[in-house]
């Protein structure tokens, strides 16, 4: 990877698989810069989803969060530019959808605050965290 260039995670969640949206999020990710490094489809267990999302562990939402994430095949990647945490952020709209700028992708495809169509790490720290949580193994250079 070049120096000047940052990578993150990010998912397409259940909601927008089972709607055939795939394409449509691949194309304005792509058009906004990134370059996709890993891709995969995969349907999360619950011990994974659980994990992946332990810092909601106490909230309230804990577990519907969790029946979501697991309910269908969710895609999975490592995007690329650069200031692609910011800027994966920034694409992505804010959490609920009734919030997100116009332009965003959750602007756009989210139903809800809950089934928000895409994850993105929200710090490079985590951002490797998660790489590391469904990437471990593979090379992403
Ligand atoms: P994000 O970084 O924008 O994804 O937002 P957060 O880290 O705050 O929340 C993580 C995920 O939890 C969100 O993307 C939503 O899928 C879910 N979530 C957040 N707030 C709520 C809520 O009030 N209700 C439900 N059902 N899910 C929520």
Known sequence: ???FMQQTFAI???D???K???GDILAVTEAAGFKIRALRLTQMTRKQAEG???VHRERPFFG???EFMTEGPCVLMCLEREDAVAKWR???GATNPANAAEGTIRKHFAESVGRNCVHGSDSAENAAIELAYFFAGSSLS
């Open 1 to 3: 990877m070049k120096e």
């Open 12 to 14: 397409i969640k259940p």
């Open 16 to 18: 927008a698989v089972a």
């Open 20 to 22: 055939n949206q795939i």
């Open 52 to 54: 992946f999302y332990g």
């Open 64 to 66: 519907e969060l969790v």
């Open 90 to 92: 920034e694409t992505m």
